[in-house]
């Protein structure tokens, strides 16, 4: 999946009302005293401690929060305990009841888990926070989710014109042309209206829909031609223009007409209602890969300590200078936790082809019954220069590859300039949909990582299997096995906005292979345990964002983030851990969510 068309619109200056586009700048937030005692001691604790978590608390430290009677899972695989004492936003102790004890005082908190299971918090590893919030925040969402069919979604669509003024724009996003029933069209669009301009935004980013009214106010001529940077307008066999707009120049036309100017206030509403949907699911951190800008960093780890999760952030390529000012506070391998905050950095992201979706994702065999192999977005020389580039600048770098061919290349860059080290941190592969098993054996030895967006086979299986790849590669598509038994460690990821953000169901699909859109299995032998795949979301995804030593697992010295489940997911039909309802969630020692 992608979604680098929404990110030049959403990120744009030209959207942003402050000059430069300083997006968080100004915020009139100040952490809590709790949340700022809690990140600034957790912060001095790990300057301190290091690696030896257990020696950051004397043995006389009393608990503020003590919880007991259930089980604990300091980490997936692991010998449950019962109790797990916390002080400072930091565990201190954590075994059987009669031991955790010596740590209670007349002031601590007592938190009956009453049978529940406590989890180390859920990390997605690639999860694009500020875009998420704000396309959930200003657009739409009619994706399959919550309209599965396409007569429940153009009953929506009928609603949004009844209770919008004649007039006033309809933007939608989230559509999904694979699984709500093929492209839309200019008229079907003006059957809803043809008194408000509309606009239905495709869940890959890269094409839209819109309708006659749309066209007319954008100043789109029936004899409109291509535009620079590969934008067009589809047409009937007629010739007239049906209504479908592909690429980003070609979006611009309508984007800058229904895209307010972004303002700090709702930036910040935006990404605090995002974050409560996020923690509500389980997670703890999530990781931002190119959609934070250099110069949003210092206000947005001011306002993070207010935030339901920890986050984190990679930047883009062209934006890596940025990170300059921040070199002091270790970067790569251990991150760089700014101070008093719940934010960190860690790498620097490439986007090295599209979506498999729309036939981008560059392979080294066509997709299926055409030609077409799809395309990189620099050749492999190019990609290498670039390598090199984060390489010199003691940074990890994260690629974004949808095709195998994109691995091939990535793998080769990487090679050249960092043979095999992880000294600045751990090289990672993004979404690694088509991969090939001799792709995995080599990302071993050259200590890469793959990071898989496993609601590809949820949504997409059976349309990779039937449409897009034949059942041969769609077998093998996000090899979660194969990096089992090559004992490569790999993470799962949402792409949110680009899939529903829930780390559960993505444990459910890479232990069930479930393809939810006909629930037929797709590539069983790619399937892995409840533990592989928990290890994916905990502490594997943790290492790959520089903060394992950190967060991940339930260790002494450690933060003290996790997740609290009303079932335990060992004891639950796969193909239903997506269903589990998350209870409580902890980050650094204080209590984010609650149902």
């Not at 300083?22 to 300057?47: C, D, H, I, Q």
Request: proline share 5%.
């Amino acid at each position: 999946m992608c979604r680098s068309c929404f990110s030049s619109f959403f990120l744009n200056n030209d959207y942003l009302s402050h000059a430069g586009g300083k997006l968080f700048e100004r915020l009139p937030l100040k952490p809590s005293r709790r949340n700022f005692m809690a990140t600034s001691v957790g912060t001095a604790a790990a300057l301190v401690a290091g690696s030896k978590n257990n020696e950051v608390f004397a043995e006389d430290t009393s608990a503020e929060v003590i919880f007991r009677g259930g089980k604990i899972i300091p980490l997936p695989g692991s010998t449950p305990v019962n109790s797990l004492a916390v002080a400072s936003g930091k565990i201190i102790a954590l075994g059987n009841e009669s031991s955790v004890a010596h740590y209670r005082s007349n002031s601590t908190r007592i938190v009956e888990l009453d049978g529940r299971v406590m989890l180390p918090g859920f990390i997605d590893p690639h999860n694009h926070t500020v875009l998420s919030a704000l396309i959930l925040e200003l657009l739409e969402d009619v994706g399959y989710v919550n309209y599965p069919t396409r007569g429940k979604l153009i009953s929506e669509l009928h609603a949004l014109a009844a209770r919008t003024p004649p007039g006033h724009w309809i933007s939608c996003s989230n559509f999904d042309n694979l699984l709500q029933g093929g492209d839309l069209s200019r008229q079907e669009l003006d059957a809803i209206s043809t008194k408000h301009p509309i606009f239905v935004w495709y869940t890959n980013g890269h094409d839209a829909c819109v309708n006659s009214m749309a066209l007319k106010l954008a100043n789109i001529p029936e004899d409109i031609g291509p535009l620079p940077g590969g934008g067009h307008f589809g047409r009937t066999d007629s010739g007239a223009l049906d209504g479908l707009v592909y690429e980003e120049s070609a979006m611009m036309k309508f984007a800058h007409l229904f895209i307010p100017k972004l303002t700090p206030q709702l930036a910040a509403k935006a990404i605090s209602d995002y974050l409560k949907t996020a923690a509500a699911s389980g997670n703890t951190a999530v990781h931002e890969p190119g959609t934070l800008k250099s110069e949003w960093i210092e206000p947005f780890s001011k306002l993070s300590p207010r935030m339901m999760c920890r986050t984190s952030a990679s930047l883009m390529y062209e934006d890596m200078q940025g990170y300059e000012a921040y070199r002091h506070l270790g970067l790569g391998p251990k991150g760089a936790q700014l101070p008093n905050s719940l934010f960190s950095l860690y790498g620097v992201k490439i986007v090295g082809d599209g979506s498999n979706q729309t036939r981008t994702g560059a392979q080294t065999e066509p997709y299926l019954n055409s030609d077409n192999k799809g395309k990189t977005n620099f050749d492999a020389d190019q990609l290498k220069d670039m390598v090199k580039n984060v390489n010199k600048a003691r940074l990890p770098v994260l690629i974004h590859c949808n095709g195998d061919y994109t691995i091939d290349i990535a793998l080769d860059a990487i090679e050249a300039s960092y043979s095999g080290s992880t000294e600045y941190g751990i090289n990672r592969i993004e979404h690694s949909t088509i991969v090939r098993l001799d792709q995995i054996q080599r990302m071993k030895k050259l200590n890469v990582q793959p990071s898989f967006l496993m609601n590809h086979v949820r949504f997409y299986g059976a349309a990779y299997r039937d449409d897009i790849f034949g059942a041969r590669r769609a077998e093998n598509t996000d090899p979660a096995g194969w990096c089992v038994r090559e004992k490569l460690p790999f993470t799962l990821h949402s792409d949110s906005p680009c899939s529903p953000a829930g780390a559960l169901s993505l444990v459910s699909t890479a232990v069930s292979r479930r393809c939810e859109i006909d629930g037929s299995v797709i590539g069983p032998d790619q399937a892995v345990s409840i533990d592989q795949a928990l290890r994916a979301v905990t502490i594997d995804a943790a290492r790959q964002i520089g903060l394992g030593d950190r967060i991940g697992s339930l260790e002494k010295g450690k933060e003290a983030d996790f997740v609290i489940l009303e079932d335990d997911p060992h004891k639950t039909d796969p193909r239903k851990i997506g269903n589990i309802k998350v209870s409580e969630t902890w980050v650094a020692g204080t209590q984010k969510f609650s149902r």
